[in-house]
């Protein structure tokens, strides 16, 4: 939280410098924090950020709404709804964490896309954003995720029937193989989803696999029990075999596509974290994985304590083995935290799982949230698209001026 000055005089509640989603796990990791650690030093900061940032109770906060990708504003849906799941204090005068969480989910929903690959989500928000073509598994996992968690706290079909069409959806992509359990990073609309960016990263197959433990453990019926046990087994192992090398002993965790060559850039040294996070709660959700992630998480934690030496303050770095390898920042910090935070598994009790509306858990519900986001937005957003497409196309044709004067340069010399 020394990184964190969103509470400060003359900055943004809940933003952090150049990245917006950032904000979102950062108070997941700190709601999580405060729940499993019992510390409520940064309940404060919090509520603050995540109430400053809330838009009209959507996640869409006008000042960045358009230039957001579909992913970025389901952090701080998944954030919200970990704060219904725990019971994080509410906001005297805001939204409740499970409005705030079914707003993002009511706005997400309403993008669901079948003008290409008969469904999904799109990774970017606004056709004008660079990535708009491409659909990709952190927005449909992730939005799976959401409607999992929320049909267990709810217990509403609506959220069941929708984590299954994307579950399923995403089966009949590139993105998830329900044979090999394969997790790729993306997919292109412009050939109705046949291509396979199939770089490999942590939290792609955490979020899955989390969404999965939450559907499993809410299915009664052996039929459906077994549909999600399989899956959770299937990628369990090759989250295993893909991110836990044996040239680090087996049980340390590495995000294997930038950590090795050392190019890991901010969002993604945040991945092990959610991964962390995620294992934790499938533990819980799912008690047949316990005994396979906790080594996995242990390992992890022995190796991260190691190597967190940084600055004789407790720097960690990017990778998780034996020394500290001299990078540091919040995102280091976040993901560690989160790391150390999943292995406080063995002290959990039944009753440290997330909660529903029928065990505990208080959060007001609003099934309409997010649903009359009031007119500022929708405004801002038209003119500032229209205006962004304009300056797009100026900034297209510079470039093609550019390119072709260089190539004539190029000819001429
Ligand atoms: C901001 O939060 C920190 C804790 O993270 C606290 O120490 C500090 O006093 C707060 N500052 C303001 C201006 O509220
Ligand atoms: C939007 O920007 C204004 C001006 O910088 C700032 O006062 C406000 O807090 C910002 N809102 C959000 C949600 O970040
Ligand atoms: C499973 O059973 C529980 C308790 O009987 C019930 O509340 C829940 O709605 C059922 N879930 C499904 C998906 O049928
Ligand atoms: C996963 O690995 C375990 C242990 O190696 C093995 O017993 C099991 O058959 C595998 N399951 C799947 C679905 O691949
Ligand atoms: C990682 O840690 C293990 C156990 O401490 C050690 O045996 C191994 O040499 C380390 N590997 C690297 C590449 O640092
Ligand atoms: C669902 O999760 C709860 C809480 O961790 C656990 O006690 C229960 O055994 C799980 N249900 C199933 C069917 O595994
Ligand atoms: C640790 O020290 C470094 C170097 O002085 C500094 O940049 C960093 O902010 C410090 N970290 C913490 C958590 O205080
Ligand atoms: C929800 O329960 C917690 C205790 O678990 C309590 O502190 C809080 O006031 C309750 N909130 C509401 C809205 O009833
Ligand atoms: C269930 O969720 C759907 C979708 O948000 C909503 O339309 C419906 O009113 C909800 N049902 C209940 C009983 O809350």
């Given at each position: 939280?020394?990184?964190?000055?969103?509470?400060?005089?003359?900055?943004?509640?809940?933003?952090?410098?150049?990245?917006?989603?950032?904000?979102?796990?950062?108070?997941?990791?700190?709601?999580?924090?405060?729940?499993?650690?019992?510390?409520?030093?940064y309940?404060?900061e919090?509520?603050?950020?995540?109430?400053?940032q809330?838009?009209?109770?959507?996640?869409?906060?006008?000042?960045?709404?358009?230039?957001?990708?579909?992913d970025?504003?389901?952090?701080?849906?998944?954030?919200?709804?970990?704060?219904?799941?725990?019971?994080?204090?509410?906001?005297?005068?805001?939204?409740?964490?499970?409005?705030?969480?079914?707003?993002?989910?009511?706005?997400?929903?309403?993008?669901?896309?079948?003008?290409?690959?008969?469904?999904?989500?799109?990774?970017?928000?606004?056709?004008?954003e660079?990535?708009?073509?491409?659909?990709?598994?952190?927005?449909?996992?992730?939005?799976?995720?959401?409607?999992?968690?929320?049909?267990?706290?709810?217990?509403n079909?609506?959220?069941?029937?929708?984590?299954?069409?994307?579950?399923?959806?995403?089966?009949?992509?590139?993105?998830?193989?329900?044979?090999?359990?394969?997790?790729?990073?993306?997919?292109?609309?412009t050939?109705?989803?046949?291509?396979?960016?199939?770089?490999?990263?942590?939290?792609?197959?955490?979020?899955?696999?989390?969404?999965?433990?939450?559907?499993?453990?809410?299915?009664?019926?052996?039929?459906?029990?077994t549909?999600?046990?399989?899956?959770?087994?299937?990628?369990?192992?090759?989250?295993?075999?893909?991110?836990?090398?044996?040239?680090?002993?087996?049980?340390?965790?590495?995000?294997?596509?930038?950590?090795?060559?050392?190019?890991?850039?901010?969002?993604?040294?945040?991945?092990?974290?959610?991964?962390?996070?995620?294992?934790?709660?499938t533990?819980?959700?799912?008690?047949?994985?316990?005994?396979?992630?906790?080594?996995?998480?242990?390992?992890?934690?022995e190796?991260?304590?190691?190597?967190?030496?940084?600055?004789?303050?407790?720097?960690?770095?990017?990778?998780?083995n034996?020394?500290?390898?001299?990078?540091?920042?919040?995102?280091?910090?976040?993901?560690?935290?989160?790391?150390?935070?999943?292995?406080?598994?063995?002290?959990?009790?039944?009753?440290?799982?997330?909660?529903?509306?029928?065990?505990?858990?208080?959060?007001?519900?609003?099934p309409?949230?997010?649903?009359?986001?009031?007119?500022?937005?929708?405004?801002?957003?038209?003119?500032?698209?229209?205006?962004?497409?304009?300056?797009?196309?100026?900034?297209t044709?510079?470039?093609?001026a550019?390119?072709?004067g260089?190539?004539?340069?190029?000819?001429?010399?």
């Open positions: 939280m020394s990184y964190y000055h969103g509470n400060e005089s003359g900055h943004i509640p809940g933003k952090l410098d150049d990245t917006w989603w950032e904000g979102g796990a950062m108070f997941m990791a700190i709601i999580l924090y405060y729940k499993y650690a019992g510390d409520s030093t309940n404060k919090t509520i603050q950020g995540m109430q400053h809330a838009g009209d109770c959507d996640y869409l906060p006008s000042n960045y709404s358009s230039w957001l990708g579909n970025d504003q389901m952090f701080w849906g998944l954030a919200a709804m970990t704060g219904a799941e725990v019971n994080f204090p509410n906001s005297a005068d805001g939204y409740s964490w499970l409005a705030l969480a079914q707003g993002v989910f009511n706005n997400q929903v309403g993008r669901w896309d079948t003008t290409s690959c008969n469904g999904g989500m799109r990774w970017q928000m606004w056709s004008y660079s990535g708009y073509t491409m659909k990709n598994t952190i927005a449909n996992a992730g939005l799976f995720q959401l409607a999992a968690r929320l049909a267990r706290y709810t217990n079909q609506t959220y069941y029937d929708w984590a299954e069409k994307i579950w399923d959806w995403s089966a009949t992509t590139p993105l998830l193989s329900n044979s090999t359990w394969n997790v790729a990073d993306s997919t292109e609309t050939n109705d989803c046949a291509t396979q960016g199939d770089n490999q990263w942590t939290y792609n197959y955490g979020a899955y696999l989390m969404g999965a433990a939450y559907m499993y453990n809410q299915t009664n019926g052996t039929t459906a029990r549909k999600w046990l399989t899956a959770i087994n299937g990628l369990l192992n090759v989250t295993f075999d893909t991110f836990f090398p044996t040239k680090y002993g087996g049980n340390v965790m590495s995000e294997i596509t930038c950590e090795p060559t050392e190019v890991c850039d901010r969002d993604e040294i945040i991945f092990k974290g959610l991964l962390a996070n995620w294992l934790f709660f533990a819980m959700l799912v008690p047949s994985t316990y005994s396979r992630i906790l080594p996995k998480l242990q390992g992890s934690a190796g991260a304590a190691a190597s967190c030496t940084g600055y004789s303050n407790s720097s960690c770095g990017v990778r998780w034996s020394s500290w390898d001299g990078w540091s920042g919040l995102e280091e910090q976040m993901s560690v935290l989160n790391l150390f935070v999943a292995n406080l598994l063995p002290y959990v009790s039944a009753s440290d799982s997330p909660l529903t509306s029928s065990t505990g858990g208080n959060s007001t519900s609003d309409s949230a997010g649903t009359s986001d009031s007119t500022d937005d929708e405004e801002t957003l038209s003119t500032i698209t229209t205006g962004d497409r304009v300056g797009a196309a100026f900034i044709i510079i470039l093609v550019m390119s072709v260089s190539v004539v340069w190029m000819i001429a010399l």
